[in-house]
């Protein structure tokens, strides 16, 4: 059932065209002979619906001029936008027992368009009517549609032609409307298009003064009016700065029982024409000249109320027959008024998603996505500049027993103080990120003073009052600074981390400045990085071998595998002259691919020719995490059965398992998934705690050599290696001590339970043939000797 409201507003659109009633004419007939024919059918109708009945303006293939609309298919079609099709009403439980398909003319099948006026109303259709069941597609309906658009072409024409008005002229009403559609959907000043239809209205009408407000809600559902445009002249000189307030603010009227706001409550058109005596003509804003007559007309989308346009002094009043001539105005008001609430809704959605997406529900600084964003401008404005970037990686300390103590609450209150604190140490275009947990990072320009990165840190340190405890915790912040770091953001950041780890170690409540010097100097990197392809491409990488020991076997049980680069001007070169250069860029991956390829190459010679050897190879810390690297591992492993899988072993460092333990643990399990056993090296130099040791399924254990050098005269390293092995024994992990220089070594891991071991005590990494050589003399040494060993 339509809508009251806009059924009323419907029927007085349709008593505006002038089109009930009235001669067949050659335009409209011509539309429906043109669709009998095309579809075939045995009836085709230009048909309109007024209050009772279904009248038809055309008709062909049926004699009856009008049925009443209680049985008319086409009164289902104008509530909808788009064709009614009925393929067989007799089937159709809205139509079955219809006189309509009971009876003559017997419909079976109906397929009709909803036709609209020129302002937008949907007085009638143009349909197709068969006494037999049919169907056709969508595509097939689109002539119908068709015609029915030039249906309403005509109506249009017709009605602009003809129709003058008793108030408003036709054409300069459609005038306004054109203005006013192109005002708001090519100007993003509301304000300005308000007072843009307020002038025309006022021009239209001849009234005085006026305004234009939109409809809104209160909480409680109550509507109040938000004036979008009010006339100056309205105004006396004594209530100018009154005016002003409602330029700047804009007036709100909330009253529902005068003259002004009665139509929020009714709806309906409100006219008088003797405001000096009418009782709603109350509660007129103050300093407001006379009113001697006044019409306000309410402004619907659909069947809301979403705004309302009062006019006033028009020499000879008003009547509702302006309001009904303004319909068309009014119709096209409130379709804007929607279109810019829709597009504020979406705004606003779109606002949140984008908030929600940048920065940081607690804090509300920039999160990392939106702080990498923020941090690449910063750089290439540095650049654009020439000027400084400090990049500042802040990690509290202390927030872990405040958190613990306290409780999540009060951690919360923390982390936003130190946010706001740090926001108000910094200048305006300085960015504050938080990162996550208790982490910040502050990216600030051209800093000339160190004393900034110890302001930072003294706002931190100050006590914090929350809820009668009074708070106490530092921060510790690594700093680096581009260009002289001229490094990527990703880069950057991994810098300042490593310098905020440094303040830690150096007691904490301090800053440290990223030495870029003692990890390489950039003309270095660069010239590593400009040779590495050549070294790839003419096959100048190469693996030497170290033999790894079985203490209780007395053999070689395998070989790590090191890479050595065949320089063609400085020689043979170790990892430790090209590997940190090549780190983070596309080589440290191709390098990792090559290792990969060459160590399977080998594992499969070494089953050929019957020996039992693994092979053990290390992936620098990017290709490791990289996204690309299940994907390498199993490119290399494609054409390897499980029996030689099982002797491959990937050596991660410990400090690479505690820079992304997400990605790391998922990488481990591929390596299972292919049958690549996992080793994590370098043990004893991180901070991993049992949970991650718990969870990361290695199958070896690598004791970091600088643990193994001293444990001999080093009471403390001793005591690690022999937390090490206990450890592995009790997680039932492979343990190999690497960096033996001596048999006073070899006998002290022995003695504590340690099974492998490598280091020069042995052999130093050699060529592969020459390891070969070398493995096969030891196995010779020491064949008597292997059961005298206890396994």
Not at 752 to 757: I, Q, V
């Amino acid at each position: 059932m339509a809508n009251p409201g806009i059924e009323k507003r419907r029927l007085a659109a349709l008593e505006r065209l002038g089109i009930l009633d009235t001669p067949p004419e050659e335009r409209f007939e011509r539309l429906t002979r043109i669709a009998k024919h095309y579809y075939g059918v045995k009836t085709a109708l230009f048909s309109v619906l007024d209050a009772e009945r279904q009248w038809f303006k055309s008709r062909q293939g049926l004699e009856a001029t009008e049925t009443p609309r209680s049985v008319a298919f086409c009164d289902y079609a104008i509530q909808q936008d788009k064709i009614l099709l009925v393929e067989d009403a007799a089937k159709d439980p809205r139509f079955r027992n219809n006189p309509l398909v009971t009876g003559k003319p017997h419909i079976r099948f109906y397929a009709g368009m909803p036709v609209r006026e020129p302002s937008g109303f949907k007085i009638g259709t143009l349909c197709i009517i068969d006494d037999k069941p049919r169907k056709f597609t969508e595509i097939e309906l689109d002539v119908l549609r068709s015609l029915a658009s030039i249906v309403e072409d005509e109506l249009e024409r017709a009605f602009l032609s003809t129709t003058t008005g008793e108030y408003v002229k036709v054409s300069h009403l459609s005038r306004a409307i054109h203005r006013a559609q192109n005002v708001f959907l090519t100007s993003d000043n509301e304000h300005a298009a308000f007072e843009l239809m307020l002038n025309d209205l006022l021009a239209l009408t001849g009234s005085q003064f006026g305004f234009i407000g939109e409809v809104l809600q209160r909480n409680d559902d109550a509507p109040f009016l938000k004036i979008g445009a009010i006339t100056n002249i309205a105004w006396s000189p004594e209530s100018q700065a009154l005016y002003q307030e409602v330029e700047r603010r804009g007036m709100i009227f909330d009253r529902l029982d005068n003259i002004l706001g009665l139509p929020m409550a009714t709806g309906e058109v409100i006219v008088s024409d003797a405001v000096a005596s009418d009782s709603r003509a109350k509660g007129l804003p103050e300093g407001h000249p006379p009113i001697t007559a006044y019409i306000g007309i309410p402004v619907f989308s659909g069947d809301r109320q979403i705004g309302l346009i009062g006019l006033a002094n028009r020499l000879g009043g008003y009547t509702t027959r302006l309001a009904d001539e303004l319909e068309p105005l009014m119709q096209t008001v409130g379709n804007l008024i929607e279109r810019k609430r829709l597009y504020q809704e979406k705004r606003e959605h779109q606002k949140h998603l984008e908030q929600a997406a940048n920065y940081d529900a607690l804090t509300g600084l920039p999160n990392r996505r939106r702080m990498t964003e923020l941090f690449e401008q910063e750089l290439f404005e540095a650049n654009q500049r020439q000027g400084l970037v400090s990049v500042c990686f802040i990690d509290l300390d202390g927030f872990k027993e405040i958190n613990d103590l306290h409780g999540h609450a009060v951690g919360d209150a923390v982390l936003k103080s130190v946010a706001d604190r740090l926001l108000a140490s910094v200048r305006a275009h300085d960015v504050v990120a938080r990162l996550g947990g208790d982490e910040f990072v502050a990216i600030l320009r051209d800093v000339k003073d160190e004393r900034v990165y110890a302001r930072l840190l003294e706002a931190i340190s100050q006590p914090i009052n929350y809820k009668r405890n009074v708070l106490h915790l530092s921060g510790s912040m690594g700093v680096t600074v581009y260009p002289e770091d001229n490094s990527d953001t990703d880069q950057l950041l991994r810098h300042a981390d490593q310098a905020m780890y440094a303040a830690k170690e150096a007691g904490k409540n301090n800053y440290v400045l990223f030495d870029l010097d003692s990890h390489y100097s950039r003309k270095e990197r660069i010239k590593v990085i400009e040779q590495m392809g050549t070294a790839l491409e003419f096959g100048q990488l190469e693996l030497y071998y170290q033999p790894k020991i079985h203490f209780g076997k007395q053999r070689v049980e395998g070989f790590e595998a090191l890479i050595r680069w065949n320089h063609p001007e400085d020689g043979l070169l170790g990892p430790g002259h090209f590997l940190d250069h090549i780190e983070y860029t596309e080589y440290a991956r191709k390098v990792g691919n090559f290792v990969l390829g060459d160590a399977i190459t080998r594992l499969q010679e070494f089953q050929s020719n019957g020996l039992p050897y693994t092979i053990s190879v290390n992936l620098s810390p990017s290709h490791f995490l990289g996204p690309g690297f299940r994907d390498d591992l199993e490119a290399a492993l494609c054409d390897c059965p499980i029996a030689i899988r099982s002797r491959l072993i990937l050596e991660v460092l410990e400090t690479t398992a505690l820079d992304d333990t997400d990605r790391v643990l998922e990488n481990v399990s591929a390596c299972r998934e292919l049958g690549v056993d996992v080793s994590l090296d370098d043990f004893g130099t991180g901070y991993s705690s049992l949970d991650l040791f718990r969870r990361l399924a290695a199958q070896e254990i690598k004791i970091d050599q600088s643990f193994v050098f001293d444990m001999l005269e080093n009471p403390d390293s001793d005591m690690i290696v022999s937390a090490i092995i206990s450890l592995s024994k009790s997680f039932r992990r492979r343990l190999v001590a690497e960096g033996i220089e001596s048999a006073q070594v070899e006998a002290k891991l022995i003695e504590l339970g340690c099974e492998l071991g490598q280091g020069f005590f042995y052999s130093k990494p050699l060529p592969l043939k020459q390891a070969l050589d070398w493995a096969q003399r030891f196995e010779w040494q020491n064949r008597d000797t292997r059961n005298d060993w206890v396994i």
